[in-house]
């Protein structure tokens, strides 16, 4: 999920639901409640600590943070030397658990098939749109923190890539190196909020209309393909900070014609065995959990 959230178009979200932990994610961040808090502030320790799920957000926040911290340049050197083969993975991974996500849904009637259509026209729509440079003070900071948390819990939808989209990608990045407390402090703030509103409103939807939320996220899955598709073509640009042009929209072409406009090799059969090798990760997961959940 670091790695994931290192990169504008992969979802954290979509990791943790590919791996299985996305349900005890949810659940976990929506224990984080007064009631928890109430149990450490009388000393309860034990009981806050089980209730929150305390061991399982440890492991998975010190994942995280490892990850980030040791895999950022790794990831930043393959999405420079190699970023087509890394990208055609990203896209078998991708493609393989959207399939296999629709195939869990119980009942895929028409209703529930138009909803993974919605989903998937607002995760596209989301993922092609172009960007633009939010100005502001506390508030766009505290906003762009709720928005991209928000973003970063549901599968398909990137929360480094809504960033990108409001101009605050370079921002945040900027304010992590020089440790600007006022930025972060109400960037934190505001994805804390993020967490705790949507947390509680994910884990009723799934509770409540568990199928009808699987469909919509399906959908989301669906639609942030072309966000991962490796050959694109750069639709708009803008100046950053240093006068450096950084593109703001990429559109998703075909192999032939993305070696005409970069006038380089699409790499096209190692690209498609990294399509493969991805899509055959998720089925290899798929096949151990379904045996795990049969012999449990």
Known sequence: MGAADLIPGVSGGTIALISGIYYRLIKAIRCCDLVAVKCLLSGSFSQFWNRID??????????????????????????IDYPLPLWSCFFGLILASAIFL???????????????????????????????TLVGGWEIIFMSGFVAIV???????????????LGMYPALINAISKVDIFFLSFFLGGAILGLVVFSRILTNLLSKANAATMSVMSGFLLGSLPAVWPWKKVAQTYRD??????????????????????????????????MVLGFTVICILEAFGSKNGADN
Not at 54 to 79: D, K
Not at 102 to 130: N, W, Y
């Open 102 to 132: 629709i195939h869990r849904i119980d009942r895929l009637g028409i209703f529930r098939l138009f909803l993974v259509f919605m989903g998937l026209i607002l995760s596209g729509a989301i993922t092609l749109m172009p960007g633009v």
């Open 151 to 165: 973003a970063m819990i549901l599968p398909g939808i990137s929360g480094s890539f809504i960033l990108v989209l």
């Open 54 to 79: 305390g061991g399982f957000l440890v492991i998975l926040v010190s994942g995280i943070l490892v990850s980030i911290f040791s895999l950022a340049r790794l990831v930043e050197v393959l999405l």
């Open 241 to 274: 900070e240093s006068g450096a042009l950084v593109s703001s929209q990429s559109l998703p072409v075909s192999p032939w014609d993305y070696s005409l406009y970069q006038g380089v090799s699409p790499q096209l059969e190692f690209c498609i065995f990294m």
